[in-house]
C-alpha cells in the first residue's frame, strides 16, 4: 500500500498531519463555559440550559458526588435515557475523579448485574421512572452497587406528566424508598456551593469512560476509553467538518447519550462547538417530527433505521428538515439508496461514516461538499491510520484494492479492554486495533467495507458477503429493510438466506419475482437461497438492524430438524 494514499483527496483546509494536545473533559466543558457561557446548551421539550447553568449544576453534583465516596478510580453508572441529568451527570463524575459506566435503559436485570460486577460499578445514577427504578433496583439489592442516585424527569419538563407514559409505554412513576441512606435524591445532592475537592488527571492514562462492547467475540467488555480518546476524538470530528459554525448549530440528539456513537459525535461535539442539543429521551418519530418542527435542527447523527423513519413518514417534508447541513450516519452500513432519496428528498448532505467504540468511535468520514465517494466509509480522520492486513498475519500490509483486515491508528484508539488482557493482546497490537471488518482501500485512499468478518458466509468454498447481497435488493423499489445472514446447508455448507421488510404492507412481492430482480446483479453462489418476508426485522437497543436474532432462530430450525432426522 502506498503511505497514506488519502492525502490525494484529503479536502483543502483540514490537516491530516495536525498534532493533538490531549487534555480532560472537564478541561473541554470548562472552554466551552467561557465561549458560550449564556449559549443554550441543552433543549428538552422546551425546558432549556445554557451552558453557564449546565456548568453550575455540574460543580454542585460532582460535591454531592465526592459526598458519597466519588473520587480517583470510582467507577459511577448512568442508567439513563437521553435528559439534562445525563449529560450533567457525566461530567460531574468526571469532575470529582470518577469514571463513567455507560448502561442501557433497555437492558434487562441479568445483563445488568453481569455488568455491574464485572465494572466494579459502586454507584448508579437513574430516574424514578417506572421503566428505570423497579429494575435497578433489583440490582441495587443483589450486586456490589453501594448508592443509587435517582432523579425525577419531570424537574425538567415544562409540560403534563402524560407525555412521558407515551414516550415509555409504561406507568410514570416508580415508587422509591427515599428512608434508605444509600438512595440519594439528585436534588439533594446538588444543594452545596459546588466547591468540590480538586483531582488531578492525566488525560492520557485516566480511564473517562468504560464502554462496553461485544467486540469482535461477542462477550461483552469495558472498552476503557481515557479522557485524551474522548477528547481528541471530539476535536478530530470538529475539524472534519469546517462547516459548523461555532456557538450557531443546533444538533437533533435523537440517538441515546449511552451508545458511544451519539456520546461523542452529538454530545461532546455540541459541547466543543457551542452547539445547542435539542434532545429526546428515546427516538420516537412522532416526537422527534415534533422537535424538528419546533427547533429546526442543523445536525444530526443517526443509524441508518432512523432516516428510513423520516424519509418514510409524509410529515417530515414539512416538519422544517430543510436548514440540516450535516447528517452523519453510522454504526450500520448506509445503503445508497437510502442516502440519494434522503438527500433528494431533504436536502442536505447525509454522510457516511465508520468507527467503533474501540476508537471511541469516530475513525472516518466522507467529506463535505460533495467530494466523498458513494458505497465508501470515507476518508480517515486526522492523525488517523487506516491500514489493510492479512487477517492471518496483521503485520503484513496489504496493497491497495486488496481485500483484508480493516486496522486503524490513532489517538482515539482505547487504552485496552478492562481486566481483559488476553482479549486486549487479541485486537491491539503495537497500537494498532484489529477491527474484525473485512474491506479494501482504493488508489484515492477511500476505504470500502465488504462486510464483519464474523458475518462471512462461506457457499461452497466461495466468500460471500451478506452487505454486497442487501445492497442488491435494496434497489428494488418495493423494499424497506433486509437482512442477509448464512444458513447451514448439507451440499454446500452455508447458503445466504434474505429476511426482507416491504414499504407497504399490502405488496404483493413474492421470493420468486425478488429472485429474478437479482438474477444480473449477483452471482449465481450469492443469490439467496431462501426470501423471507417479514412486517418488521428485528433491531438493537439504538436502532440498528440486528442479526443475532435471526441467527438464533436458524440454529433452532437446523437443530430440530437434525433431531427429527
Given amino acids: 500500500m502506498a503511505e497514506y494514499p488519502w492525502l490525494h483527496s484529503y479536502p483543502a483546509g483540514i490537516d491530516w498531519h495536525k498534532n493533538y494536545h490531549a ?7 470548562e472552554k466551552a463555559v467561557a465561549r458560550f457561557h449564556n449559549r443554550p446548551c441543552i433543549d428538552f421539550f422546551g425546558f432549556r440550559m445554557t451552558y453557564g447553568a449546565l456548568d453550575h449544576e455540574v ?23 437521553n435528559c439534562p441529568q445525563f449529560v450533567v451527570s457525566y461530567f460531574a463524575i468526571l469532575k470529582a475523579g470518577g469514571t463513567v459506566v455507560n448502561y442501557s435503559p433497555l437492558y434487562a436485570e441479568p445483563e445488568l448485574l453481569q455488568q455491574v460486577e464485572d465494572s466494579e460499578t459502586d454507584i448508579m445514577v437513574t430516574l424514578s421512572l417506572e421503566a428505570l ?17 435517582v432523579g425525577r424527569l419531570d424537574d425538567a419538563l415544562p409540560f403534563p406528566k402524560g407525555l412521558l407514559y407515551r414516550i415509555f409505554k409504561r406507568r410514570t412513576m416508580a415508587v422509591v424508598d427515599w428512608k434508605d441512606a444509600h438512595i440519594h435524591d439528585y436534588r439533594t445532592l446538588l444543594k452545596n456551593d459546588g466547591v468540590c475537592r480538586p483531582v488531578t488527571i492525566n488525560p492520557e ?20 476509553l481515557t479522557h485524551a480518546n474522548i477528547y481528541i476524538n471530539t476535536l478530530q470530528s470538529r475539524d472534519w467538518f469546517p462547516e459548523m459554525n461555532d456557538g450557531q448549530e443546533v444538533a437533533a440528539a435523537f440517538l441515546p447519550f449511552f451508545h458511544v456513537f451519539a456520546m461523542t459525535a452529538i454530545m461532546t461535539l455540541s459541547i466543543v462547538t457551542g452547539a445547542e442539543m435539542a434532545m429526546l429521551p428515546k427516538f420516537d418519530i412522532k416526537e422527534a417530527l415534533k422537535l424538528i418542527r419546533r427547533r429546526r435542527p442543523t445536525l444530526m447523527a443517526g443509524v441508518p433505521t432512523m432516516y428510513t423513519a423520516l424519509l418514510g413518514d409524509a410529515r417530515a417534508k414539512k416538519a422544517g428538515l430543510d436548514r440540516l447541513k450535516i447528517c452523519l450516519s453510522g454504526g450500520a452500513p448506509l445503503s445508497q439508496e437510502l442516502k440519494k432519496k434522503f438527500e433528494e428528498t431533504f436536502g442536505g448532505q447525509l454522510l457516511e461514516g465508520y468507527g467503533l467504540t474501540e476508537a471511541s468511535p469516530v475513525v472516518s468520514a466522507n467529506p463535505m461538499g460533495g467530494a466523498g465517494r458513494a458505497g465508501t466509509i470515507g476518508l480517515p480522520l486526522p492523525a488517523t491510520k487506516i491500514l489493510i492486513t492479512n487477517p492471518d498475519n496483521p503485520e503484513q500490509v496489504l496493497a491497495q484494492g486488496e481485500k483484508g483486515e480493516i486496522c486503524v491508528e490513532g489517538p482515539q484508539v482505547m487504552a485496552g479492554y478492562w481486566q481483559r488482557p488476553e482479549a486486549t493482546e487479541d485486537v491491539l ?14 488508489e484515492e485512499g477511500y476505504t470500502f467495507i465488504i462486510d464483519r468478518s464474523k458475518d462471512l458466509i462461506l457457499v461452497g468454498g466461495f466468500n460471500v458477503f451478506p452487505r454486497m447481497i442487501e445492497e442488491a435488493i435494496y ?28 414499504k407497504h404492507p399490502d405488496e404483493n412481492l413474492t421470493p420468486e419475482e425478488l429472485q429474478m430482480f437479482l ?32 441467527v438464533a432462530e436458524e440454529k433452532a430450525k437446523s437443530t430440530a430438524q437434525a433431531r427429527s432426522k
Avoid at 487534555?23 to 466543558?29: A, E, F, R, V, W
Avoid at 485516566?206 to 464502554?211: K, P, R, Y
Avoid at 434497489?475 to 454446500?492: F, K, M, N, R, S
Avoid at 449477483?522 to 436502532?543: C, N, S, V, W, Y
Fill in 23 to 29: 487534555q480532560s473533559l472537564p478541561t473541554m466543558l
Fill in 59 to 81: 460543580h454542585k453534583l460532582a460535591k454531592g458526588l465526592q459526598a458519597i465516596g466519588v473520587r480517583k478510580g470510582v467507577k459511577v453508572g448512568l442508567f439513563l435515557p
Fill in 133 to 149: 427504578f423497579p429494575t435497578i433496583h433489583k440490582v441495587y439489592q443483589e450486586s456490589r452497587l453501594k448508592h443509587l442516585v
Fill in 205 to 224: 492514562e485516566d480511564v473517562a469512560v468504560l464502554q462496553y462492547t461485544g467486540g469482535t467475540t461477542g462477550v461483552p467488555k469495558g472498552a476503557m
Fill in 429 to 442: 497490537q503495537s497500537g494498532r486495533l484489529r477491527t474484525g471488518d473485512i474491506g479494501y482501500m482504493d
Fill in 475 to 502: 434497489q428494488h423499489p418495493a423494499v424497506h429493510e433486509v437482512t442477509v445472514i448464512g444458513i447451514p446447508d448439507d451440499y454446500l455448507g452455508e447458503v445466504p438466506k434474505a429476511f426482507v421488510s416491504l
Fill in 519 to 550: 438474477k444480473d446483479k449477483l452471482g449465481k453462489h450469492e443469490r439467496p437461497a431462501q426470501i423471507e418476508f417479514r412486517d418488521d426485522l428485528p433491531k438493537t437497543m439504538i436502532g440498528k438492524l440486528s442479526k443475532k436474532e435471526l
